[in-house]
């Protein structure tokens, strides 16, 4: 039986209890979480930053959430949370938040009981791994240290990981947000190749404004720090070097200060960590050439021009600062992208947030924040391919990192690759533009 995939979003309960999520077609083996408080798509971005991921394997869980409310004249103000007790954490503001956790992995589904509700029904999109080809499954939370650093006890070799983290120290079902300064990044790796997509917020200054963000090829997790206007440094930054028998292990550059990390790892499913950069044209476009048949895709970026480019650091007059958006898709009616932007201004700061289930990804304008710059949505899988097309082109190209994770068996001719090429300056995928 092949490796199963189901991405939805359902609208999570306003009282406290069960909810169980139907309509999968199998049990899945792990679960991973995007939210922001809306109940329909947002066409045009809503003020405040709130923003969410969350995973979880059935029993162990993570979640990283991120908040800033708009309009802050002249202070930046940042809040966050890390947290190992519940899968899904959401807020519209530091004392308004609802948590949820697991309970069952079931035949059809999954069941989460809500201990902190919502007001409202707000959205909460999943993918949904299961089958009888994936052979390992684990969500897990490590403290970034320094140097080489072996996490183990995952008891199989990973042939994929995913990885978050909100830069903030570990609470317990967090009920308020607290402020501090927040260093946010979401990775994924193949083992091969690795892309990562940071960005930070600065908290409670007047005078040095840092909202800002950067893109990595070669790192599987990068957080810019605040140190400096702009900033030219990092606040922690480290690769994954190996998948091993019982984990995975990372390498260093910049030390992690401690700071919690929230992984997603599974194997018995090939996958593909790459990067493409965002079309200028109308129409289809594909990353091909993969070695087996993708049933889902993630995405993720902070909108860099290239890898290696810190983007947004430092006040300035026409806005500068953070913008980040992920996507999820398994075909053209199960997709969804979350996403937000965070600005700074010589004497305000804007912010602002959106989802969309019809859209993968999504880039807005700083300013005014409501203006779309590009978006694109996922069509379909084909062997070796994941298709997507392209409805608002932009000339201001990005790079946007994925991976792809196998659903069908397939076996590709001599003259494919087979994994990843390791170079970390080049994409490891072809990327064709189908003009019509």
Known sequence: MAVQHKVGDFQLRTTTGNQSITGLGFQPKLVLFFHTPDTVNIVNQTANFNLSWGATDGTNMGASIFFSPNGNSGLESAFGAQCTTNCIVGSIDTATMWRATIVSMDGDGFTLNVPLAPTLG??????????????????????????????TGLGFQPTGIIMFSAGRALTANPSSLTAGHVYGCFGMSDGASS?????????????????????????????????????????????????????????????????????????????????????????????????FNPASVLTASTWQSNFGVFGGMGAVSNGSGALVSTGMAVDVTEQLTVGGTTIDFTTTTVEAHHSDDTKIMRRFSPNPFTTLEMDFAH?????????????????????????????????????????GSGDPASPDSSFLYNMI
């Open 122 to 151: 707000y959205r909460v999109g999943y993918l949904a791994i299961g089958g009888a080809t994936l052979t390992g499954a684990k969500v897990g939370t490590f403290n970034a240290s320094s140097g080489t650093q072996s996490i």
């Open 379 to 419: 069509a379909n899988m084909s062997t070796g391919a994941v298709n997507f097309n392209c409805t608002t082109p932009s000339g201001t190209l990005s790079v946007v990192n994925y991976m792809a994770i196998e659903g069908a068996a397939f076996t590709p001719p001599p003259s494919e690759p087979t994994g």
């Open 195 to 291: 892309r990562s997509a940071g960005f930070t917020f600065r908290s409670a200054n007047l005078t040095v404004k840092l909202r800002g963000r950067i893109c990595r090829s070669n790192m599987i997790m990068a957080a810019p720090n605040i140190t400096t206007s702009p900033s030219t440094g990092y606040q922690y930054q480290f690769n994954l070097t190996s998948f091993d028998a019982d984990g995975f292990t990372v390498t260093h550059t910049t030390g992690g200060s401690s700071l919690p990390i929230c992984y997603m790892a599974f194997a018995g499913a090939a996958t593909k960590v790459g990067n493409f950069t965002t079309p200028s044209i109308l129409g289809p476009f594909s990353i091909t050439s993969l070695a």
